[in-house]
């Protein structure tokens, strides 16, 4: 029976199978360690081929001894290849410079073990009588007497193995146990065949070559564990790509949220100015949809009254309940915003529908449809829309400068009234910059003296002066005069039109007070802006001035705006009558302008109304006037005095006399004066 050299052969097929396997994938792998590994297996493939060669019965003395020579050369390559296996394979550090010298001794080896006829480490050799194997198997063995090359050669093989025993013990504590187990099984492997060498030749006894099977167990072992640490990576690495899979989801989804909370209004869920912005910038980097685009900022009036009113939540409600009108009216639109408070966006572009494509058609069918309630939580509530409309004509303006300049003409359009619209002109933007110096001014003006009083007078049908009203002027030392239809609209929105009211009830009282003995007295009116009337404590400021300056309270009209008494009709009518008990006489200015139906007049107890000078303008002279007419008719039922504004002609002065008007104030009487030339006439009208 044969069973030793088969064996053998099968060892040389498994290192051979290794080595090509390993090679192939370290290859694949980048790594040095599996390309060194596959080669050192070969090399070893190599060594038991020859190992079982040389066991082969019946060979002449000349083949051994060639064959023994080749095998110690392949040795001497396999020694260095371990060390640099092991080296690695141990995670050495500084391996190269070591690898230098360990291929170096070797190869002084290998070259010695060529140039000798029986290789390294013998002299010379014979060939030994058969060895029969206990199941009868013939195996050849040689003998030969032992050169002292072969001492530095096994001196430096044990060198080896005890670096190998070490490197395994760095291995152990680096807590690579699989790696160190194979290598350490190898190393005793390795001992053990070279104790049984020596016992063998020390006993004398007679026994098969065991000399390659270490390195069987070697390659064995070590590509078992290299396989299984592929293995682990190989799943390592999926289940690291499986939760890196997971992670950029999460991330994705994480992204698009911000990206979504980035470009929506969180209120209404529309767009927001910064995704309207973006719409705008790609639209116009379309030359063909720019022609006939165009942007409407679309106000909704009223909206803060209404937060402050009914609160927030209310508020939000209202904002919800407009957005999905408007996304309704503007299907056609490229993009609905929400931008802030309650202004809204509207982008449309040339890939619209015809009709939809008309903005002031669009905004004029907004307009219309703010007649229909706005329905929300238990309320139902009637509000206007302004529109401001910019016409993007090509790619030149910046996308924030048209949204700028939508939000401006939406302005203007608000200055103007409300519930109108206002296409964007180069000239707003202007006005605009001008506004923003003047409210700067102003503030210098107040304490610079740049600000004054004249008085307009006002006749009563028989020519008498019987008041004027007090009328600010502003004297700007570059700009000139600036007409208050300027800067008190300012000076509202800017909050000084509260002192600047302040001040002209103050020097009107010192006008009062300045007022010559003897000279007929006249009543003193000053106009009161809406904004002033609102602050809860202006009935109390007026009270402190008279008192201050100690005038009469009935040498005192104040001027309301029909508007400012219908913005919340309780508080401003118990504010009147306030005043009223303070002796103060109030006058409804600009009457018939507001939205105040006649028949409000009778709750408050106002004193005076003014006829606005627009109907005085375009009232018929020749006829009596049916609307004045009513007026006057209902004024004189509820016992309150007319005066009419605005009479620049004497045709104009004599018809409102004849249908009963009390007194005149206008150019054509006279144009606001100084102070001395009021006081010079109330003389020369007493006279
Ligand atoms: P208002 O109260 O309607 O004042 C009457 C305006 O009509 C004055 O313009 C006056 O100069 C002008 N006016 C008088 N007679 C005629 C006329 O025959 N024809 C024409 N076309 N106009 C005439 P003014 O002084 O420019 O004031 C404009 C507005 O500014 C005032 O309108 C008033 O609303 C506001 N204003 C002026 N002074 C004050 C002030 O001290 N406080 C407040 N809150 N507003 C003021
Ligand atoms: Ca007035
Ligand atoms: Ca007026």
């Given at each position: 029976?044969?069973?030793?050299l088969?064996?053998?052969?099968?060892?040389?097929?498994?290192?051979?199978?290794?080595?090509?396997?390993?090679?192939?994938?370290?290859?694949?792998?980048?790594?040095?360690?599996?390309?060194?590994?596959?080669?050192?297996?070969?090399?070893?493939?190599?060594y038991?081929?020859?190992?079982?060669?040389?066991?082969?019965?019946?060979?002449?003395?000349?083949?051994?001894?060639?064959?023994?020579?080749?095998?110690?050369?392949?040795?001497?390559?396999?020694?260095?290849?371990?060390?640099?296996?092991?080296?690695?394979?141990?995670?050495?550090?500084?391996?190269?410079?070591?690898?230098?010298?360990?291929?170096?001794?070797?190869?002084?080896?290998?070259?010695?073990?060529?140039?000798?006829?029986?290789?390294?480490?013998?002299?010379?050799?014979?060939?030994?009588?058969?060895?029969?194997?206990p199941?009868?198997?013939?195996?050849?063995?040689?003998?030969?007497?032992?050169?002292?090359?072969?001492?530095?050669?096994?001196?430096?093989?044990?060198v080896?193995?005890?670096?190998?025993?070490?490197?395994?013990?760095?291995?152990?504590r680096?807590?690579?146990?699989?790696?160190?187990?194979?290598?350490?099984?190898?190393?005793?492997?390795?001992?053990?065949?070279?104790?049984?060498?020596?016992?063998?030749?020390?006993?004398?006894?007679?026994?098969?070559?065991?000399?390659?099977?270490?390195?069987?167990?070697?390659?064995i072992?070590?590509?078992?564990?290299?396989?299984?640490?592929?293995?682990?990576?190989?799943?390592?690495?999926?289940?690291?790509?499986?939760?890196?899979?997971?992670?950029?989801?999460?991330?994705?989804?994480?992204q698009?949220?911000l990206?979504?909370?980035?470009?929506?209004?969180?209120?209404?869920?529309?767009?927001?100015?910064?995704?309207?912005?973006?719409?705008?910038?790609?639209?116009?980097?379309?030359?063909?949809?720019?022609?006939?685009?165009?942007?409407?900022?679309?106000?909704?009036?009223?909206?803060?009254?209404?937060?402050?009113?009914?609160?927030?939540?209310?508020?939000?409600?209202?904002?919800?309940?407009?957005?999905?009108?408007?996304?309704?009216?503007?299907?056609?639109?490229?993009?609905?915003?929400?931008?802030?408070?309650?202004?809204?966006?509207?982008?449309?572009?040339?890939?619209?529908?015809?009709?939809?494509?008309?903005?002031?058609a669009?905004?004029?069918?907004?307009?219309?449809?703010?007649?229909?309630?706005?329905?929300?939580?238990?309320?139902?509530?009637?509000?206007?829309?302004?529109?401001?409309?910019?016409?993007?004509?090509?790619?030149?303006?910046?996308?924030?400068?048209?949204?700028?300049?939508?939000?401006?003409?939406?302005?203007?359009?608000?200055?103007?009234?409300?519930?109108s619209?206002?296409?964007?002109?180069p000239?707003?933007?202007?006005?605009?910059?001008?506004?923003?110096?003047?409210?700067?001014?102003?503030h210098?003006?107040?304490?610079?003296?740049?600000?004054?009083?004249?008085?307009?007078?006002?006749?009563?049908?028989?020519?008498?002066?019987?008041?004027?009203?007090?009328?600010?002027?502003w004297?700007?030392?570059?700009?000139?005069?600036?007409?208050?239809?300027?800067?008190?609209?300012?000076?509202?929105?800017?909050?000084?039109?509260?002192?600047?009211?302040?001040?002209?009830?103050?020097?009107?009282?010192?006008?009062?007070?300045?007022?010559?003995?003897?000279?007929?007295?006249?009543?003193?009116?000053?106009?009161?802006?809406?904004?002033?009337?609102?602050?809860?404590?202006?009935?109390?400021?007026?009270a402190?001035?008279?008192?201050?300056?100690?005038?009469?309270?009935?040498?005192?009209?104040?001027?309301?705006?029909?508007?400012a008494?219908?913005?919340?009709?309780?508080?401003?009518?118990?504010?009147?009558?306030?005043?009223?008990?303070?002796?103060?006489?109030?006058?409804?200015?600009?009457?018939?302008?507001?939205?105040?139906?006649?028949?409000?007049?009778?709750?408050?107890?106002?004193?005076?109304?003014?006829?606005?000078?627009?109907?005085?303008?375009?009232?018929?002279?020749?006829?009596?006037?049916?609307?004045?007419?009513?007026?006057?008719?209902?004024?004189?039922?509820?016992?309150?005095?007319?005066?009419?504004?605005?009479?620049?002609?004497?045709?104009?002065?004599?018809?409102?006399?004849?249908?009963?008007?009390?007194a005149?104030?206008?150019?054509?009487?006279?144009?606001?004066m100084?102070?001395?030339?009021?006081?010079?006439?109330?003389?020369?009208?007493?006279?």
């Amino acid at each position: 029976m044969v069973l030793w050299l088969p064996a053998q052969w099968l060892a040389v097929g498994i290192c051979l199978f290794a080595g090509v396997h390993v090679l192939q994938s370290g290859t694949v792998r980048h790594e040095p360690v599996y390309a060194v590994f596959g080669s050192l297996s070969l090399f070893v493939a190599l060594y038991i081929a020859l190992t079982a060669m040389l066991q082969m019965p019946a060979q002449p003395l000349a083949t051994v001894g060639l064959v023994e020579r080749t095998r110690l050369a392949v040795a001497c390559v396999i020694y260095p290849a371990a060390f640099v296996f092991i080296a690695l394979f141990t995670r050495m550090r500084h391996w190269r410079k070591w690898s230098y010298v360990v291929a170096a001794w070797f190869l002084a080896l290998l070259a010695v073990n060529l140039d000798r006829p029986w290789g390294l480490l013998r002299d010379s050799m014979r060939i030994d009588p058969i060895l029969w194997l206990p199941w009868g198997e013939p195996v050849a063995q040689f003998s030969g007497t032992v050169s002292y090359w072969a001492w530095p050669f096994f001196a430096s093989a044990l060198v080896v193995l005890a670096w190998s025993l070490w490197r395994c013990s760095v291995l152990w504590r680096m807590h690579e146990r699989a790696r160190a187990g194979a290598l350490w099984t190898y190393v005793a492997v390795q001992l053990l065949v070279v104790a049984y060498g020596q016992v063998a030749t020390v006993l004398a006894w007679r026994g098969p070559d065991f000399t390659a099977m270490p390195f069987l167990v070697l390659v064995i072992l070590v590509s078992r564990v290299l396989t299984r640490e592929w293995r682990q990576r190989g799943e390592d690495l999926a289940a690291s790509l499986d939760a890196l899979a997971v992670e950029s989801s999460v991330r994705e989804q994480a992204q698009d949220s911000l990206r979504k909370m980035a470009y929506r209004d969180s209120v209404t869920g529309l767009p927001n100015r910064n995704r309207l912005l973006e719409q705008i910038a790609a639209m116009q980097s379309q030359p063909d949809q720019v022609r006939k685009a165009a942007l409407l900022v679309v106000g909704l009036d009223g909206f803060h009254s209404v937060n402050d009113a009914l609160g927030h939540e209310a508020g939000d409600q209202l904002l919800r309940a407009f957005a999905d009108r408007l996304v309704d009216l503007c299907r056609h639109a490229t993009c609905v915003a929400r931008l802030e408070g309650g202004d809204f966006g509207v982008l449309i572009g040339v890939s619209q529908e015809a009709n939809a494509r008309d903005p002031d058609a669009l905004g004029h069918q907004l307009t219309e449809s703010m007649t229909r309630p706005l329905r929300f939580d238990a309320h139902a509530l009637t509000l206007g829309v302004s529109i401001g409309i910019v016409h993007i004509s090509g790619p030149g303006s910046e996308a924030p400068l048209l949204l700028q300049q939508a939000a401006l003409a939406l302005r203007h359009a608000r200055n103007r009234s409300r519930g109108s619209r206002s296409i964007f002109e180069p000239r707003m933007q202007s006005e605009a910059s001008r506004q923003i110096t003047l409210i700067r001014a102003l503030h210098e003006a107040l304490n610079s003296g740049q600000l004054r009083l004249l008085y307009q007078p006002q006749i009563d049908g028989r020519g008498r002066l019987v008041g004027a009203e007090a009328l600010m002027r502003w004297h700007h030392p570059e700009f000139g005069e600036i007409a208050p239809d300027e800067f008190i609209p300012l000076a509202e929105r800017s909050g000084l039109i509260h002192v600047l009211g302040r001040y002209a009830l103050v020097q009107s009282c010192v006008a009062l007070r300045s007022w010559p003995e003897g000279a007929p007295r006249v009543r003193l009116s000053v106009n009161v802006s809406a904004w002033q009337l609102r602050r809860a404590d202006f009935t109390d400021m007026v009270a402190e001035v008279i008192q201050t300056y100690s005038v009469a309270p009935g040498m005192l009209m104040l001027e309301l705006t029909e508007s400012a008494l219908i913005d919340d009709a309780t508080i401003m009518g118990s504010k009147v009558r306030l005043l009223r008990s303070l002796g103060i006489g109030v006058s409804i200015d600009d009457f018939g302008t507001g939205y105040a139906s006649l028949a409000s007049l009778k709750s408050l107890p106002v004193e005076e109304v003014k006829i606005d000078r627009s109907f005085v303008q375009d009232m018929s002279v020749s006829e009596p006037d049916r609307f004045i007419g009513a007026i006057i008719e209902l004024a004189r039922a509820l016992d309150v005095y007319v005066v009419a504004e605005g009479v620049e002609t004497r045709a104009q002065r004599d018809a409102l006399a004849r249908i009963g008007c009390d007194a005149f104030q206008g150019h054509g009487i006279a144009r606001p004066m100084e102070l001395a030339q009021l006081l010079a006439m109330a003389v020369a009208s007493a006279g």
